[in-house]
Structures are given as C-alpha cells and as structure tokens.
C-alpha cells in the first residue's frame, strides 16, 4: 500500500476523500491524527510524522475498539477515533462567557485561539494562530455538520456545547447565529400496532440459532414508528437488552450498505456482551438499510429515502427533549 503524503489542514479530508494514511505520512493531517490519539491517552509527539509510535498507537486503539488491527488510518479507524472522542473541550469553554458568539474576523485573540485548540483537539487539525480565518471557519462548519448543527460557521451556545460533549446530542439547529434550540417537552405515543417509544421489538426471524441469523421488526422514535432489520455478516443480529443512542454522524457517505436513495447517517449504540460471540459488541450503530449483507448486527432501518429522512428528523427530535442522548430497549 502507497502512505499518501498530506498537507491538508483538515483532519475531516480522511473520510471526504477516502486516503488511508500509513507509516512514513507526513503532513497537517497526520498531526490532526495524534492530537486525536492524544485526547484518547496516548502520549505522542505532535510532529506530523507518521512513525513507529503513531502506527503503535492506531494499531492499539484498534484492537481496543474492535476495528481491523493493521496500523492504518482510513475511513473506519477515522470515523471511530471521532465517534469515541472523549470530553476534551471543558477547559476552554469558560473562555468565551455565558453569551459570547464568535465568527470569521481577522484579530488576533485569546478566544480565538481556544476555538482552534478545540478543534485540534477534535480532529480537526487547523493552525493555532488566533485569527479566525477560512480554515478555522472551514473546521468548525465541518463539525457542526456532523453534529446535526446549523453550518454556519459561528460558534455559538449550542455549538459550544457540542463541543464541550462530541456526540453530546447536538439538536438541528435552525433558531439562528446564536444556535439556540427550542423543543417540546411533551413525550409522544406511539402509533398504534407499534411498540412503546424509544423501543425496538424484532417481530420474526430468519436462519435463527445460525450465526448469519436475522431479525426484523419495529422501532418507534419520536411516537412513529419503523421497520427495521438486524443480522447478518457472520455475527447475528443485534443482542436484546437496552442501550444509550447518541448521534453519530448525520450524514454520511463512505458506505453505499448505509445508504438508501443517497441518505446516509448513522446513531451510536453503547457496547454490549454477546454471549453469541463471545465478545462485547462494539461500533454498533443505527443507519439505513442499505440492502448488503443485512446490517452486520447494527440496526437498519428500512425504507426509501423520504423514510430515511423523516427517520433522521424524528431522532433529531427524540435526541433534543430527552438532552441529548436516550435509552432504546431492544425486546426479543
């Protein structure tokens, strides 16, 4: 395999443009990559080098996070590196006030600079020199995209919040610069023949007790309700038992089985033990039903693309009035 030699300012370029960065990549992105190792506990140097204690250090969060342990960066280890990120922006917030906006300008500041060490520390790898150029801009349109957010480049109360809890539960932000969210408290019902919200019932079964075993059924979000599949890929279906969802990216288009009519997004699941496996699942997810080889034991919801977007708008709202994240039972 060719190591690609990058000097993209943007750590996001990994899964827009599928290269997969290797032992002996040089560049932005590859510091983009360290500092995102280094929010997860490793200790690297930041020097955009490619080297041996890069690779050892993706080699181990591969084994730890289920993924396929070759030393390479490409869209899965980067997707991963991002949907486990831990809270790393908590120490800069207090720097920006209960009710600053912060936006494109050409100063150089102290806010401005803790903008920019966030992303880094994100993974999106821009230049820490206080001036909030198109770069930076750039970087923080990016995660507000992936985070259900306005993109409009301003880093605002909810933005920040985001920000402060990546996969926190970022709502659709649609209430203008300052990303205020406004919703509903009230909790829906679902309709009727469906099961109780925020619950996932398989209804029927094929190839059971078979370890290509797969289910179908019903999940209700937000009072509606949706068919669903579940198996496949040697592993079964998803195990029964309750699991936290929260966002993980609101679109997505590196997996055409994740896709239905050019929709693409996918919800994080926690982890769970399957006895079937003898292992904990991990990297569990919701997404379209693509139509592979079922949905590799994640959750995949069935239907044409205005289902699959009215599915995303359902969850939007679901994820918004429980805070950000909610428990979804999943009954056998």
């Known amino acids: ?132 150029g198109h770069a930076t801009e750039n970087a923080l349109k990016a995660f507000q995209r992936e985070n259900g957010l306005r993109a409009d480049g301003v880093l605002g109360r909810q933005t920040l919040n985001a920000m402060r809890n990546p996969r926190g539960g970022a709502a659709p932000d649609n209430a203008g610069r300052n990303n205020a969210v406004r919703t509903s408290r009230a909790e829906p019902r679902p309709s009727a023949g469906g099961p109780p919200n925020r619950t996932a019932q398989i209804e029927s079964y094929r190839f059971r007790g078979e370890r290509r075993q797969m289910a179908a059924g019903k999940i209700t979000v937000n009072g509606k309700v949706y068919d669903f599949r579940s198996g496949g890929g040697g592993r079964g279906s998803l195990p029964a038992g309750d699991y936290k969802i929260t966002p993980h990216l609101w679109s997505r288009r590196d997996k055409p089985s994740m896709m239905v009519d050019g929709v693409g997004y996918s919800f994080a699941m926690s982890n769970k033990y399957d006895s079937r496996v003898g292992g904990t699942r991990s990297l569990l997810r919701i997404h379209p039903d693509g139509g592979g080889a079922g949905t590799i034991g994640c959750i995949g919801i069935v239907g044409n693309g205005n289902v699959q977007r009215a599915f995303v708008q359902d969850m939007r709202a679901e994820l918004a009035r429980n805070g950000g994240s909610f428990n979804l039972s999943v009954r056998p």
């Open 1 to 132: 395999m060719v190591a690609i030699r990058s000097n993209d300012n943007s750590f996001s370029n990994i899964r827009n443009h599928t290269p997969e960065y290797n032992f002996g990549s040089r560049g932005n992105t590859v510091r983009g990559i360290q500092r995102s190792l280094q929010a997860h506990g490793y200790r690297l140097a930041e020097d955009g080098i490619y080297g041996r204690a890069t690779k050892n250090a993706v080699r181990d969060f591969q084994t730890r996070n289920g993924l396929a342990v070759d030393g390479i960066v490409g869209p899965q280890t980067s997707n991963a590196l991002r949907a486990s990120m831990p809270n790393v922006g908590s120490r800069y917030v207090r720097s920006f006030g209960p009710h600053a906006t912060l936006e494109a300008n050409n100063r150089v500041s102290e806010p401005n600079r803790n903008l920019q060490r966030m992303l880094n520390a994100l993974g999106y790898s821009v230049q820490v020199d206080g001036r909030f």
